[in-house]
């Protein structure tokens, strides 16, 4: 159970009008290859700004994990990247396309371009390897020219930035509790000080309260270091609080794409609504929990048309025919504006995958 979905926490001031440090374009993902392959991404079409938090939500199996590995050139196999193009925009340079990147450019970019916290922090730190020497191990592999004092000295710098006593550089994974695993693989991700941070799933073992302590470090290691960040989690209410913009996925497609305080006042697609109802307040008035009715689908044998209507409440004619693609909602132009009621900076343009918001009735069969 996670916190409710009030308002987000902050926002960088006019994130929707930095320029991006990301894009990603008609990116496609299968998972083998030849008539037995099954496609888990399906041209996937997003950009991350400059010190945004952008967050990725849906249930399990809608293709959140399988796009961060894709962008971070991490995919195992099976899994294979298709189509569409990563460029990733340094600092004062020209765009680089990352999918085209050779071994040594990817291990030069992974790290201290873009990093990554994995799901599971126990699962990812070594257990026989003290705090201090996984956290030099970085150092060491990318800043061989760093002194081993120098190293340790960082170390130290990092574990004091996630708020944990430096005296904790000897313990092994072990001696730290839950929260203290996921803050050290949250120093080890920012050892490099990267542009990007990709999250997956790095609070969904930890209790409520715990939650609001990471978030709120990041929050404000966000402000402070201006990195940006993708947040990947199956709860909703918890990117409310935390993102800027929010992308919903499902069946391996963006299916809405919003600011966060949009996504919460007025969900467009019945799954981002189906989402938002499925998780307790735990502030305001009792409400009744209406959940999405039957799973998600799977991936060896789509449903034809929108693949999210054989569960929807307010499927129609079109829905079961032809699939809906990623479009703005007429009328709601583009561009950044300020939310009233939270007074954080938001997106006026937004993007829905639902016949219900397309006056158009046509689309790929």
Not at 137 to 145: F, I, N, S, T
Not at 352 to 357: G, I, P, S, T, Y
Request: contains cysteine; glycine residues 10%.
């Amino acid at each position: 159970m996670s916190t409710s979905a009030t308002s987000p926490v902050s926002a960088p001031p006019h994130a929707a009008t930095r320029p991006p440090v990301l894009e990603i374009g008609g990116l496609s993902v299968d998972y083998g290859v030849g008539d037995g392959a099954v496609r888990a991404l399906h041209d996937v079409d997003l950009t991350l700004r400059r010190g945004e938090v952008l967050g990725l939500a849906g249930e399990s199996g809608s293709g959140k994990s399988t796009l961060a590995y894709a962008v971070t050139r991490l995919l195992s196999p099976p899994g294979v990247i298709t189509g569409g193009d990563v460029r990733y925009h340094p600092r004062g340079g020209e765009p680089v396309d990352v999918l085209a990147m050779t071994p040594g450019e990817l291990r030069a970019f992974r790290w201290q371009e873009v990093s990554i916290v994995f799901q599971g922090a126990m699962n990812s730190l070594n257990p026989v390897h003290t705090v201090r020497t996984q956290l030099t191990d970085v150092l060491k592999a990318h800043r061989p020219q760093m002194s081993r004092a120098e190293r340790v000295g960082r170390a130290r710098e990092l574990l004091s930035l996630v708020g944990i006593s430096p005296d904790r550089l000897g313990a092994y994974p072990h001696q730290l509790s839950g929260g203290m695993r996921q803050r050290v693989m949250i120093a080890m991700a920012l050892a490099l000080e990267p542009e990007i941070v990709v999250m997956d799933e790095p609070t969904t073992a930890l209790d409520v309260v715990m939650q609001r302590q990471i978030l709120r470090q990041l929050v404000r290691l966000r402000e402070e270091l201006d990195f940006s960040v993708v947040f990947i989690t199956h709860d909703i209410s918890l990117l409310i609080e935390f993102s800027d913009r929010i992308a919903i996925m499902y069946g391996g497609r963006v299916v809405e794409q919003a600011g966060a305080a949009e996504i919460y006042r007025d969900p467009r697609h019945p799954y981002s609504h189906g989402l938002l109802h499925s998780f307790p307040a735990l502030h305001g008035p009792r409400r009744e929990l209406t959940g999405i009715p039957g799973s998600p689908p799977d991936l060896r044998a789509m449903p034809s048309g929108c693949a999210f209507h054989p569960r929807c409440p307010k499927a129609f004619e079109p829905c079961g025919l032809r699939t809906p693609h990623l479009a703005p909602v007429p009328g709601t132009g583009t561009g950044s504006d300020t939310d009233t009621d939270t007074g954080n900076d938001t997106e006026t343009g937004r993007s829905v995958a639902c016949w219900l918001n397309d006056d158009r009735r046509d689309g790929e069969a």
